[in-house]
Nanobody, 119 residues
Framework: QVQLVESGGGLVQPGGSLRLSCAAT????????MGWYRQVPGKQRELVAY???????NYVDSVKGRFTISRDNAKNAVYLQMNSLKLEETAIYYC?????????????WGQGTQVTVSS
């Protein structure tokens, strides 16, 4: 069982930055593909970025060049640096851990952290 705890959300102005953190309570963290997703009420949860077990990052087009995902296997943690945030990126951000052969829906989820972009 993998438990994930997100932190770092908050209120930020458009164009601002936030850094989200996700701590995993699993000693074999390095075996999991780690991802960040976001969800607004009434919409499906969507992928933002993920980083493979080989430390290769992947991003959806809308965040490329602005967001950076990274992992620290020694700390069982994954991070999402978000720059130049936009109003429409207000959402609850979730951390996900899955084995490479799994879909995100088969993996583990954190409780989410609220990100509000507002002037």
């Amino acid at each position: 069982q993998v438990q994930l705890v997100e932190s770092g959300g908050g209120l930020v102005q458009p164009g601002g930055s936030l850094r989200l953190s996700c701590a995993a309570t699993e000693s074999i963290f390095r075996r999991y593909t780690m991802g960040w997703y976001r969800q607004v009420p009434g919409k499906q949860r969507e992928l933002v970025a993920y980083v493979t077990t080989g430390d290769w990052p992947n991003y959806v087009d809308s965040v490329k060049g602005r967001f950076t995902i990274s992992r620290d296997n020694a700390k069982n943690a994954v991070y999402l640096q978000m720059n130049s945030l936009k109003l429409e990126e207000t959402a609850i951000y979730y951390c996900n851990a899955r084995l490479p052969s799994q879909l995100s829906t088969q993996g583990f989820w954190g409780q989410g952290t609220q990100v509000t972009v507002s002037s």
